[in-house]
């Protein structure tokens, strides 16, 4: 569809998932080929909206996760373009014999923008904390997924699944943000990293709520160390922009990857399989969730406790520029 | 319209045919589901040779009636049924689950045309049959959707939350059929988890239950009738059925859900169906 018009103004008086709600709105008024679902979770997630403006086009399966993605998909084997929203952890756990037997494997057109995910859901407490979706969902052939930076990328990334073939997930976070975009008008393709900052002493590469953290890290490191990093919002985990990460090895040779997420099989193991894979060297660590089941907390508060937040991050580079890493000019000769 | 005589005979034969035919794919696959097959093949030929509306010519028709097969396992008798509508090969048979076949123990939509959907993992049809159902509303279609379940799989949970939203969203172009043939792999059902009081418990989630024996082509047939016809609320039919229907020493045996046949066994086996046809045809 295109012609966004999301501003930070948006951002601050609109939650991210209100956003994805508004986006779903407009995008239904133009397609009507759009239908909600959501399992008694449509305030929650925000697909309410689309719901009071479209009550003939949303489904409430009520609380039957398996049921609502099963359905969604006998809806896009008959040309409907579904768009289902519950929590993350119900969409990429609780049903997923569902999203992959009936959703990615047939290669439906089905949208699953999943809410609350991470640790944005704190205080729910650990059995509401979804911090191995990533790694699960990009596991799943056929599928794409997506963790927006912020409010304004969430609205790019919902029309930009519209707008693509095949199943789509989207993982957000509960309530508002922290702004890292201006307005939606910037080159937002899935599958393309966006670069934030410029620099060529290190490189972050950060997805969803870490990506502001990334930023306000490489400022400090910018004022305090005179360190350079490259930031990049890798909004887009699978598939993963290998070029942006090949460029980052070889012009930065150091790479520091964050997320709000296990550091088993998220950004930092998909990005880690690509350095890996092209046989180049690159001092390289990753910050996430450590393998553990998360403490109870505020969101902000997670992200200090696991390193997450811009804190850590910052200290966590400086550990990273003093290992002992042996830098060969000839980048060529490697394999 | 009930069933005339020369259309009751037709099914007789052509449910013969294809229990023969569902045999011979059990022996060119090496094995297959076939007590499940053959309790449901009557279901299956009533459906495609009576009542679905469909073009094998045009596999992805937007009008047609859609099947889904929620006991996915038993493609090995759907793939027969398939195969003489013209959908596929009958030669493709003969390469049931063999490496690089189309045809795999379990029917995938991506590689099989008449295939609505891929099933297998159980508990899983009824809802995307609740979706199609949905979708046809949305869409202004005046197609129906059958689906047929197994019994053991309606121990999963995910089959009465489909069948709480079919009754929720008033989903009468939705037709489900339950092979109730009291049989799972570990067991009888009644033994491994019990259903019963089954009927009532569909009963009990807003269905209209008619039950009847499916192996009947006339009580199938007044039953599907009036579940096309019924528009108040959701209708389920409870086929009570033999597992290994047809062979002598397969029929209402558990072990029979899944196994090969050996040359003394496929004689055996035809021989059976045989007699078996006569008998019928006899009644009918």
């Known amino acids: 569809m295109g012609g966004l018009t999301y501003t930070m103004l948006d951002t601050t008086n609109l939650s991210t998932a209100e956003m994805y709600g508004n986006v779903l709105c407009e995008l239904g008024e133009h397609h009507p080929e759009i239908v909600g679902l959501s399992a008694d979770l449509a305030k929650s997630t925000k697909i309410g909206l689309f719901a009071n403006k479209f009550p003939d086009r949303f489904f409430n399966t009520g609380i039957a996760e398996q049921n609502m993605f099963s359905i969604a998909s006998g809806m896009a084997k008959c040309g409907l373009v579904p768009f289902v929203s519950t929590f993350a952890i119900f969409t990429s756990m609780r049903a997923l014999d569902q999203v992959h037997t009936d959703i990615c494997y047939q290669n439906l057109n089905v949208k699953m923008i999943a809410t609350h995910a991470g640790l944005s859901f704190g205080q729910a407490g650990t059995t509401h904390h979804c911090t191995e979706d990533i790694a699960i969902m990009r596991s799943m052939a056929n599928l794409k997924v997506i963790v927006p930076a912020d409010g304004i990328e969430t609205a790019n990334a919902v029309v930009g699944a519209y707008e693509t073939d095949g199943p789509v997930y989207i993982r957000i976070n509960r309530g508002f943000d922290q702004k890292v975009y201006e307005n939606t008008d910037y080159d937002f393709q899935i599958g393309k990293a966006h670069q934030l900052m410029d620099g060529n002493d290190l490189t972050i590469i950060a997805c969803g709520s870490c990506v502001y953290q990334a930023i306000e890290a490489a400022k400090i490191l910018s004022s305090v160390d005179g360190l350079k990093a490259r930031v990049l919002d890798m909004h887009t985990i699978k598939p993963i922009d290998r070029e942006a990460i090949l460029k980052a090895v070889h012009e930065t040779r150091r790479i520091i990857t964050v997320e709000d997420h296990n550091v088993i099989g998220g950004l930092g193991s998909a990005v880690g399989e690509v350095i890996v894979e092209s046989g180049k060297g690159c001092a390289f660590r990753k910050l996430g969730i450590p393998d553990t089941f998360s403490i109870i907390g505020l969101h902000e508060d997670l992200m200090a406790y696991y390193e997450i937040d811009t804190n850590g991050i910052v200290e966590n580079v400086r550990k990273l520029i003093g290992l002992e890493f042996e830098e060969d000019e000839d980048w060529e000769d490697e394999v | ?284």
């Open chain 2, 1 to 284: 319209m009930p069933l005339t005589d020369i259309e009751l005979l037709n099914l007789e034969k052509k449910a013969h045919e294809l229990r023969n035919l569902c045999v011979d794919t059990v022996v060119w696959a090496g094995s297959g589901h076939i007590g499940g097959s053959l309790s449901a093949m009557d279901i299956l030929t009533i459906l495609y040779y009576k009542y679905l509306n469909i073009d094998p010519s045009k596999p992805l028709w937007e009008d047609r009636d859609r099947f889904i097969l929620s006991k996915g396992h038993v493609g090995v008798g759907f793939a027969p049924v398939l195969a003489d509508k013209g959908y596929i090969d009958k030669e493709d048979l003969k390469e049931y689950n063999h490496t690089g076949s189309k045809l795999g123990m379990h029917l995938d939509s991506n590689k099989v045309p008449g295939v609505d959907a891929s099933t297998g993992s159980l508990g899983h049809g009824l809802p995307i049959a609740v979706g199609m159902a949905l979708a046809a509303r949305i869409n202004k279609k005046g197609y129906r959707t059958f689906c047929l379940l197994g019994d053991g799989e309606c121990d999963e949970g995910s089959v009465w939350e489909a069948a709480m939203s079919a009754t929720h969203y008033k989903v009468t172009n939705l037709i489900t059929i339950v092979d109730r043939n009291r049989c799972m792999i570990d067991g009888p059902t009644e033994d491994v988890m019990a259903l019963e009081p089954f009927a009532k418990k569909w009963e009990a989630f807003g269905f209209i239950v008619k039950e009847v024996n499916g192996h009947s082509f006339k009580e199938l047939s007044e039953a599907i009738e009036y579940a096309i016809t019924e528009d108040k609320a959701p209708v389920v039919i409870i086929a009570n059925t033999i597992k290994g229907c047809g062979i002598d020493f397969m029929a209402d045996n558990y072990k029979w859900h899944y196994g090969g046949l050996n040359s003394e066994k496929i004689t055996q086996s035809k021989d059976s169906l045989e007699k078996y046809y006569q008998k019928r045809v006899k009644g009918a």
